[in-house]
């Protein structure tokens, strides 16, 4: 949980050699649905509806790291619920 919902708790830890950094950010199994519903909702639109808008370009190395962001995401939050659920259609990761 967030401690003051002022200050968000995080820890971060470079990667030696991967040029990454490693972000840690403790959420209650509630936040973590949220976030990953808002992901996969953002998702969604990037991948089905702003293409239809005029001037719009396409990434699709970040649509596809996307999915597989919101795959993790969701491994996540089942693992703690306790719960186990098969890969979702269309899941990369």
């Known amino acids: 949980m967030i401690a003051a919902r002022n200050e968000i708790p995080a ?4 990667i030696i050699g ?3 950094t490693v972000i840690t950010v403790k959420l209650t199994p509630e936040e973590l649905d949220l976030l990953t519903a808002l992901a996969s909702d ?3 639109r990037r991948q089905y509806i ?3 808008l005029p001037g719009y370009k396409s990434n699709p190395a970040e649509v596809r ?3 597989e962001l919101v795959e993790r995401l969701r491994q ?3 693992k703690a619920k306790g719960t186990s659920i098969p890969k979702r259609n269309g899941a990369i990761a």
């Open 11 to 14: 820890r971060s830890q470079r």
């Open 18 to 20: 991967t040029g990454m």
């Open 42 to 44: 953002q998702l969604f």
């Open 50 to 52: 702003d293409p239809r």
């Open 65 to 67: 790291t996307g999915k």
């Open 76 to 78: 996540m939050s089942d």
